[in-house]
């Protein structure tokens, strides 16, 4: 039996745990934070995220062998082994701001174990980091005059939100980086077998500690380009009646090329890809690798590019006016399956929206609260209303941001009476049928397709 404990209970800290410890009944698995509210919402039965299958693991562990707790000090005097899974931001000020990762949390951690050991500990990276921060760990935890030992071992995560739990028990890989050193293999060792539970070995993959680093940001950085780069096909597209999603499709059953994430959207959000580019990005220009740096820059401009053409793209349509009028955003999480709204490209929509005067109405089923708390000030001039009926009625516009699929079941024939006219529908997750509802009676426009409209002014094309 070894004591695991996880410092940080967020998106990545709870829903981990909750699966080693549903699989590994022998094991101890303490999950703690600073956050009263968060502790005391993973004891509760409304817990704090929104992940389709995570009551069930949760309902299986939980008092079992899987606690929640704010005691951080005794706890970590328990552990066997420790993974740390507290939030790497970008950072916000002095060097590398707006860039780098701001390891303060990270490293206040590590100092926070150093002080309450009292026997060697394995010491697990769980959150997202700089190649070569292990370095900088092993300097802190092991420069104690009590004689102990730490390893560190870089175990990154691949799940995304909204199929957290499925990715955690069928993962593709585990990767688990360690040194190369009598001690770090013991090391490596443990970890593997946490996994081996219920992971297949040859799906676990083992490496030095700075492939286990790199390979993260490297793995968020590939799978961000390749929407990046179908978002700019995209773009091309609208310009000349190809139609993107014939054009994923056919690239996509290339197999050296795979069908996934050929998505074209409004663009890419959530809490990672962003911030892993950019810290991308610094640690190549840190060792002076500048067209390294801009080369993988592209990605996130490409995003930017995309959620701003798309609403230019409104605006132009609506009569270069949007002011004073009703626009209706279908979805405000990043992505569907989640609660979840951080660097949410609805956010971003609305924002925009709201500089140019629209009044916006936002109908998420379950992202609503995130979205008030993320928009700040601006939420002020924003209705935020679950009922996707009533959010649409007396609407000039509406516009999906997020693929939730009873978004494409709702009926919009009611919905279009409902509307002002002309009705319009910018559809930025390509899942509605297009045909049907032009033919309802709305003007339909869509990431990387021609637009379908009852306008008369001849074609959209412009060459
Ligand atoms: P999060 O913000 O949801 O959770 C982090 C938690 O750490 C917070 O609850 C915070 O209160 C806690 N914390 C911070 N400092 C602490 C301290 N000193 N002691 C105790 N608790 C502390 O973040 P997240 O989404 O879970 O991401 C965590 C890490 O995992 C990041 O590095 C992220 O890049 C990475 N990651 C995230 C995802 C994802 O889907 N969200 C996937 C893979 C990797
Ligand atoms: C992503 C990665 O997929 C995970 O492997 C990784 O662990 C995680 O980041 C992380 O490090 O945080 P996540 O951000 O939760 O997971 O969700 P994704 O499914 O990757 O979607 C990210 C964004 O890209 C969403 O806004 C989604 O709508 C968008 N997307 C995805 C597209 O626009 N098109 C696609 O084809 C696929």
New binding site residues.
């Given amino acids: 039996m070894a004591n695991i404990l996880c410092i940080g209970a967020g998106h990545v800290g709870g829903p981990t745990m909750a699966v080693i410890a549903k699989n590994c009944p022998q094991h101890r698995v303490v999950v703690v934070d600073i956050n009263e509210a968060k502790i005391a919402a993973w004891q509760s039965d409304q817990l704090p995220i929104y992940e389709p299958g995570l009551d069930e693991v949760i309902r299986c562990a939980r008092d079992r062998n899987l606690f929640f707790s704010t005691e951080v000090n005794r706890n970590i005097v328990e552990a066997d082994i420790i993974f740390v899974s507290v939030n790497t931001p970008t950072k916000t000020f002095g060097q590398g701001a707006g860039k780098a990762a701001d390891l303060q949390y990270w490293e206040k951690t590590a100092r926070q174990i150093l002080e309450n050991s009292t026997s060697p500990k394995i010491v697990v990276e769980k959150s ?1 980091l700089p190649v070569r921060t292990a370095q900088a760990m092993e300097r802190i935890l092991n420069s104690n005059d009590k004689g102990l030992h730490f390893d560190v071992v870089s175990n990154p ?6 199929t957290a739990i499925r990715d955690m028990e069928h993962p593709d890989r585990v990767l688990i980086g360690a040194r190369e050193t009598p001690s770090g293999q013991r090391a490596i060792q443990v970890i593997v077998d946490i996994y081996a539970q219920w992971v297949p070995r040859e799906r676990i993959i083992t490496t030095n500690l700075w492939s286990g680093e790199l390979s993260k940001l490297a ?2 950085a590939f ?1 961000a380009q ?2 990046s780069s ?1 978002n700019a096909i995209s773009a091309l597209c609208e310009k000349t009646e190809a139609d993107v999603a014939e054009v994923a499709h056919a690239i996509g059953t290339d197999s050296r090329i795979g069908p996934r ?3 074209a ?1 409004v ?7 962003k911030k ?1 580019i950019l810290n991308l990005v610094y640690l190549c220009e840190c060792y002076s690798l500048y067209e390294v740096a801009a080369y993988w820059e592209q990605v996130v401009k490409m995003n930017e590019y995309q959620e701003a053409r798309f609403v230019s793209n409104m605006v132009s349509a609506m009569f270069n006016t949007i002011a004073g009028k009703r626009i209706t955003l279908f979805g405000a999480a ?2 569907a399956h989640t609660g979840d709204t951080r660097e949410s ?1 609805a956010l971003a929509v609305c924002r925009a929206l709201l500089e140019e005067r629209a009044k916006v109405i936002i109908t998420d089923p379950y992202a609503l609260d995130n979205a008030r708390a993320d928009l700040g000030d601006a939420a002020g001039q924003v209705v935020f209303e679950p009922d996707p009926y009533v959010a649409a009625k007396d609407a000039h516009a509406i516009a999906i941001l997020t ?1 939730w699929p009873h978004f494409a079941e709702l009926d919009y024939r009611a919905i279009q009476e409902s509307m002002v006219k002309p009705a319009f529908i910018f559809d930025g997750r390509n899942i509605l049928d297009h045909e049907k509802l032009h033919a309802m009676g709305f003007n339909v426009y869509v990431i990387g397709k021609p637009p379908l409209t009852h306008f008369s002014n001849g074609s959209h094309i412009e060459r």
Avoid at 267 to 273: H, I, L, N, Y
């Fill in positions: 997202t995560e691949f799940l995304a939100e909204g793995a968020n799978l390749r929407i179908i994430f050929l998505r959207s663009g890419f959000g959530g809490s990672c890809f892993d990043f992505k490209p693929e």
